[in-house]
């Protein structure tokens, strides 16, 4: 019963292969574009995934013509199929729609030399009105223990470990993965209660993105670390990162791979779970621990 975005089946290789030769350099263009202005590696692997979308739909509803020749008719028909046939969200259909008017300027403003006439006509046409906000889950303190006995008891103890890390350092799941081992040594140990990464983490942002410090509730963490550590050290796995890349150690866990854990978790405590869910169970922790307002202010705002 996990928190659900409704995915696209819109693409696939053998459609891929199919679109406008014109179209497919425009992407690979585009892709180039971004990375030169240091947009993400994430943000630009979600704008090609969105763009392909909008290019398989063209291959398919718009007789495969050029991107730049698009009408504002063919806008308003592949904005319609987006919300009633594949069934998205206003909130997923105004992100696509984003993207392709972010496309359209680069073209008007960077390649106007090849399209002299081009005009951004997405930027034109309504956006679907908004959706009612998801309710956030609030887990209470037994939930979390319960969810963390429930792993442990099945031995899942990398997953008990991201989930006790999540409730005691309130951070986004980016920065999760990037946790490495030796932040959680004594000599890392501040205000008496608390792991400081001696490093900064890299958190969501551009290519060279905005680094923060972050904290960790040490003697909550700590038993779900050592369970992880010590399973590691039975099956053999050697790496810097806490979470490693299962096919390449040297490497850390993709973030995506932590969306079907929040699943598992889900169906564990029979409630939406998502990663950010815990970060309110963190400042509560904090809290309890007596630490001082001014410290919980500046380890919960980072």
Not at 166 to 184: C, D, I, N, P, Q
Not at 217 to 227: C, I, N, R, T
Not at 240 to 256: C, G, I, T, V
Not at 272 to 297: M, N, S, W
């Amino acid at each position: 019963m996990g928190r659900k975005t409704r995915q696209n089946d819109l693409t696939s290789p053998e459609l891929l292969a199919q679109i406008n030769t014109s179209n497919a350099r425009l992407i690979d263009d585009y892709l180039v574009y971004l990375k030169s202005i240091q947009r993400s590696e994430n943000t630009i692997n979600s704008y090609r995934n969105d763009l392909e979308i909008a290019m398989v739909w063209i291959l398919q509803n718009a007789d495969n013509k050029n991107f730049v020749d698009l009408t504002k008719r063919n806008i308003i028909s592949f904005q319609n199929d987006l919300l009633y046939k594949h069934e998205n969200s206003p909130a997923r259909v105004k992100r696509i729609k984003s993207v392709l008017s972010s496309l359209s300027t680069y073209i008007e403003n960077i390649l106007d030399d090849e399209y002299p006439d081009f005009r951004n006509i997405v930027s034109k046409i309504e956006s679907p009105a908004g959706a009612a906000v998801r309710s956030k889950t609030i887990l209470t303190d037994t939930q979390c223990q319960n969810l963390l006995d429930s792993l442990c008891g099945k031995k899942q103890y990398q997953k008990a470990c991201l989930a006790a890390l999540a409730m005691y350092s309130g951070r986004r799941k980016s920065e999760l993965v990037r946790f490495k081992v030796h932040y959680f040594d004594d000599s890392n140990i501040v205000f008496g209660s608390l792991y400081r990464t001696p490093e900064k983490v890299k958190t969501k942002g551009r290519a060279n993105g905005k680094y923060i410090t972050c904290y960790t509730l040490a003697s909550k963490f700590k038993p779900y670390f050592d369970l992880w550590m010590g399973q590691r050290k039975d099956l053999g796995i050697d790496s810097e990162w806490l979470f490693p890349l299962k096919s390449d150690p040297s490497k850390h866990m993709k973030a995506a791979t932590l969306n079907s854990w929040a699943e598992t978790f889900s169906n564990i405590l029979g409630v939406d779970v998502y990663l950010h869910c815990f970060r309110h169970h963190f400042t509560t922790a904090l809290a309890e621990q007596g630490l001082p307002d001014d410290v919980i202010k500046t380890v919960v705002d980072v």
